[in-house]
């Protein structure tokens, strides 16, 4: 059976990246210095695991239960200051970060297969 292509650009990217979290926060907080703050009441990091296990099950799922869900994590980031239009670039610097890791790796059916996900969840590619 063909796996699908966004489930095994992370499988592949988990098996090369020692630490996922400090990789994607790095380049968001390197692209927003001003979304730091915001976690200043997360020092072991715990939200921010939290915050990346959701965005990789919606990533993985892509069913209705998910995007629902990021649907209203969207409108309670607003409450927090996180624009609308920072998350929704969230996940397609997710998807940047996974392809850098990948390199060569990183194949054309991957990257239809994250621009089609990441359509569904709404966000910006
Ligand atoms: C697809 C995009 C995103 C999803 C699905 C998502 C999801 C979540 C979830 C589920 C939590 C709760 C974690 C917990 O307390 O256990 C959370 C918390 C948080 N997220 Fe996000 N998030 C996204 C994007 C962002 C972005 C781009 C930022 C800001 C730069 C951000 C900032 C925060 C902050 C500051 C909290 C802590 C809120 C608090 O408890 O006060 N999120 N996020």
Redesign the pocket.
């Known amino acids: 059976m063909d796996q699908d292509p966004v489930a095994k650009s992370l499988a592949l990217f988990a098996a090369r990246c020692a630490d996922p979290a400090t990789a994607i926060y790095g380049r968001?907080f390197a692209l927003?210095p001003e979304?730091e703050a915001?976690?200043l009441?997360?020092p072991g990091g715990?939200?921010r695991g939290?915050?990346l296990a959701?965005?990789f099950e919606?990533l993985l799922d892509g069913g209705d239960r998910l995007v629902g869900?990021?649907g209203i994590?969207?409108m309670?980031?607003v409450n927090?200051?996180?624009p609308p239009a920072?998350?929704?670039?969230?996940?397609g610097l997710l998807r940047d970060v996974v392809r850098s890791v990948l390199g060569t790796d990183w194949t054309p059916t991957m990257a239809q297969a994250w621009k089609a996900r990441l359509r569904i969840?709404g966000?910006d590619t």
């Open positions: 968001l927003h979304a915001l976690f009441m997360d715990h939200v939290q915050m959701i965005a919606a869900l990021v994590e969207r309670n980031h927090i200051g996180v920072l998350f929704d670039g969230f996940l969840l966000s």
